[in-house]
């Protein structure tokens, strides 16, 4: 059971270039999230996807765009990439909360992929 | 203003002996729930424990409690009995709108590293 998948694990940009960062799940999850964490700064949400067909902004989304190619996957691009954008970047999925018309069971848990860390020189 | 503040950066504690992570929030909303992640060195975000808002009793896991006093908005973790496994970040989460307008996601604190000494 693969759970939530990211690739790459690692990655070097140089300032400018752009990148995607892929996320699978395969436990028929609904809403998936991507996350950056920083040094003292805790996990922060970028984007998230409450279903599939859907997208919303997060804490911090600027410089960065997501896809939701179907149930399983989400993706987050950089289209230029900025050393400001180092980080670990976690895509996490859960249950959906939309299709109980918002009311979301606080047993809801979040599953984490793996993290990817990126290093924007 | 901070929606979730763990006050301790880092903490260190005995093998064997127990240990209380403190995590304060911030809602106006009645409906919430809060989670703990442990985060160990390898990088991987592991659930630990959750307790809900009408939860009426402090939540267990095994060696996990969740101190909860929710006129004081504080949702400590307590440890018992540490092992060396325990070394850790860990990171308290609130998730708001339990019964509407929730999408889900979770909002984490600053996290504290635990370290256990042999």
């Known amino acids: 059971n693969a759970g939530v998948t990211q690739t790459p694990k690692f990655q070097v940009l140089k300032t400018g270039q752009s990148m995607t960062l892929q996320c699978a799940q395969d436990?028929?999850?609904?809403?998936m999230y991507w996350y950056r964490q920083d040094p003292g700064m805790g996990l922060r949400l970028i984007y998230y996807?409450?279903?599939?067909?859907?997208?919303d902004k997060g804490e911090v989304p600027n410089g960065y765009n997501v896809s939701r190619l179907n149930k399983r996957e989400f993706s987050l691009r950089l289209e230029s990439a900025a050393p400001s954008q180092t980080s670990v970047y976690f895509c996490?999925?859960?249950?959906?909360?939309?299709?109980?018309?918002?009311?979301?069971?606080?047993?809801?848990?979040?599953?984490f992929g793996a993290g990817s860390r990126l290093t924007v020189l | 203003a901070q929606k979730i503040t763990q006050t301790q950066p880092g903490m260190f504690v005995q093998e064997k002996e127990a240990v209380t992570l403190d995590c304060t929030y911030d809602?106006?909303?009645?409906?919430?729930?809060l989670f703990w992640y442990k985060q160990p060195s390898s990088g991987e975000m592991i659930f630990l424990i959750y307790?809900?808002?009408?939860?009426?009793q402090n939540a267990t896991e095994g060696r996990y409690s969740l101190n909860f006093q929710k006129a004081r908005k504080s949702a400590n973790l307590v440890i018992s009995a540490s092992q060396l496994g325990d070394s850790a970040m860990y990171f308290c989460?609130?998730?708001?709108?339990?019964?509407?307008?929730?999408?889900?996601?979770?909002?984490f604190g600053k996290g504290t590293k635990l370290s256990v000494k042999p």
């Open positions: 996807s409450a279903s599939e067909g859907t997208t």
């Open positions: 996490a999925s859960s249950v959906s909360c939309a299709f109980f018309g918002g009311a979301c069971s606080g047993a809801n848990v979040l599953t």
């Open positions: 436990m028929n999850h609904n809403s």
């Open positions: 809602t106006s909303d009645p409906s919430y729930g």
């Open positions: 307790q809900g808002s009408y939860d009426q």
């Open positions: 989460a609130m998730r708001e709108g339990l019964y509407g307008g929730s999408q889900g996601n979770l909002i």
